[in-house]
């Protein structure tokens, strides 16, 4: 937004050169009317008995003053305002901010830098609650998914600071997690807070990265925002490969996280007994104990559309 300001007031000052050049009526028209400021102030430090009138004379001169100015830009085929400073956003100037607080466009350019930086591309606007659809469940698992859908928007749709629940959303391929899990990211993002959403052999794969020295660039900087998100998703947990280094990172993270009171969101093809046995107690505790489940059952959503697949 700093660049953009700029770069606006520059380019307005270029066309003003330009003009002034090959206007030199112009040029001396703005010479007069940039003393105004230090003529009003000629005007209030005199002695003169009715400064009211002496100002508005000042401003009326000031009026003719751009009435020929606006003249003779049309006269020599330019805009009236072709040198006035051109900001994307007439409402807050490109800064960013008016009086009463942040400008949406700053909002807006917040949440597009939110999307690009959470992991999720092209699934921000296309997976939504507002398009998952639960005509593809039967009765049973519907009703179940139903009340996931309206804790997960509630939580999402009131996200603040002081917002701290963690869940885990359990089932095969196919079954909405990432969808859920794509318009929770989307409604925090819009909400102003950061998001990351990772799958867990990324995550494990840059700690491992950084640990061994084969960084390509990874900081200990940037591995921070695993820990310090306001949201963190970790996407297919269980796919990473398991072994004494990723338990240790897992761990750090997920605990890490539980005492900072920073919300988290696991997805995983795995079920509880199954995530006993492939991780260590104090992860297993940890995950079972503060996370709330959501068990997903039924056929491959992407197949029944298909015609690939059979009724739940």
Do not use: W
Not at 108 to 121: H, N, P, V
Not at 184 to 193: L, P
Not at 291 to 311: A, H, V
């Amino acid at each position: 937004f700093e660049k953009k300001y700029t770069r606006a007031r520059s380019l307005a000052d270029e066309r003003a050169v330009y003009v002034r050049s090959l206007i030199p009526e112009i040029a001396e028209i703005d010479r007069v009317l940039s003393r105004t400021g230090m003529d009003i102030m000629a005007i209030i430090n005199s002695d003169a008995s009715d400064k009211e009138k002496e100002i508005s004379e000042l401003e009326k001169r000031n009026n003719e003053l751009i009435a020929k100015r606006n003249k003779l830009l049309t006269d020599h085929g330019f805009a009236e305002d072709y040198t006035d400073v051109k900001y994307e956003c007439q409402i807050c100037g490109d800064t960013g901010y008016t009086e009463t607080g942040m400008c949406d466009c700053m909002k807006r350019a917040i949440a597009k830098e939110g999307y690009m930086s959470s992991g999720l591309g092209t699934l921000i606007g296309e997976q939504t609650f507002d398009n998952f659809d639960l005509s593809y469940y039967n009765e049973d698992n519907k009703k179940r998914v139903e009340q996931y859908v309206g804790a997960l928007r509630e939580f999402s749709e009131n996200f603040n600071n002081d917002t701290y629940q963690n869940y885990i959303l359990i089932g095969t391929t196919g079954l909405g997690k990432t969808h859920l899990s794509t318009a929770v990211a989307q409604n925090i993002i819009d909400r102003g807070y950061d998001v990351l959403y990772v799958s867990s052999v990324k995550m494990l794969g840059d700690f491992e990265a950084q640990r061994f020295g084969n960084d390509m660039g990874q900081t200990s900087t940037g591995l921070s925002r695993y820990y310090e998100a306001d949201l963190l998703i970790i996407d297919d947990l269980g796919a990473e490969v398991i072994n004494q280094f990723t338990h240790t990172y897992l761990y750090n993270v997920i605990n890490s996280r539980m005492s900072q009171r920073k919300s988290t969101i696991i997805n995983t093809n795995f079920y509880p007994k199954e995530l006993n046995q492939m991780y260590t107690e104090r992860i297993s505790s940890r995950i079972m104990g503060e996370y709330m489940p959501m068990l997903f059952k039924g056929i491959d959503i992407r197949k029944k559309k298909n015609g690939l697949g059979f009724k739940q």
